[in-house]
């Protein structure tokens, strides 16, 4: 019996090791795909978004009410796909290369001042009220990505709250952290799913629900810029009564000197 262990053993190793492998090799495969699909679609539907916002200036011609109202649901579609798309290409490359930072000082308080400014009118088109109580706040990080934190965050606030509610954003500078967090008067995250919510492609049963178009990937996203940044993302949320997410970075001045941008 002992025999037949030894003589096996070092053969089960070899192949957990190759299996493992070949997993590893076609979980890349996987995410290079995913990234070459992504991108390869993402071109046209940037061209066809653009000229379908193109068809709307006065320019264009006349279009019929009617006209309007599809190019206008052709449109949200366009984008929809586009966002999930944009979200794809961005899990993959994390999955594939780390995240990669481009940093430079920012002020996050920009960044959120310039993302309400685009969310406006899709929540104003539901009568939601949007407030920004901001003070400067410096972090050395790449500024594309930290858009893409508070835009995530925002776009949830209005997609999953009612008509007639509200969001509240704050930029504010803590010791030496910068604390942005986004707060709505929505529908709620039940305790039970809270831990969840960062997970890929996790929705809560309520969001599925109701058809609240998404993806799931967009916590996920948040979550990995911000730990690439090397700060942190909380939640709390009451069910009917709304969330609040926090997020937590190193402000620039909190950095070690070499690191810091001045
Ligand atoms: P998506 O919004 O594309 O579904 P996310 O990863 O951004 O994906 O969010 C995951 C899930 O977390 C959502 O489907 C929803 O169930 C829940 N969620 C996120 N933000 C909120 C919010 N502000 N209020 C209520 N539920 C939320």
Known sequence: MNTV????????RTDLLAENERLLQ??????????TVSHELRTPLTSIVGYLELLHAPDAGPLTDQQAQFLGVIR??????????????????????????ERENV???????????????SAASRSIAME?????????????LLGEVVENLLSNAVK??????????RVACLNDRVLLSVRDSGIGIPAIEQKELFARFYRTRDAARRAVPGSGLGLSIVKAI????????????????????RVLLPANQSLPAEERST
């Open 226 to 245: 911000v730990d690439a940044h090397g700060g942190e993302v909380m939640v709390e949320s009451a069910v009917s009564e709304g969330s609040t997410f």
């Open 76 to 101: 949200r579609s366009a984008e929809r796909l586009l966002s999930l798309i944009s979200d794809l290409l961005l899990m993959a490359q994390v999955e594939s290369d780390g995240m990669r930072l």
């Open 160 to 169: 999953f709250t009612p008509a007639g509610g509200s969001i509240v954003v």
């Open 107 to 121: 002020d996050v308080a920009a960044i959120a001042r310039e993302c309400i400014t685009a969310a406006r009118p």
């Open 26 to 35: 076609l979980d890349q495969l996987k995410d290079e795909l995913i990234a």
């Open 132 to 144: 920004l109580a901001a003070e400067p706040a410096s972090v050395f990080g790449d500024r594309r």
């Open 5 to 12: 262990t030894l003589v096996e053993e070092p053969d089960l």
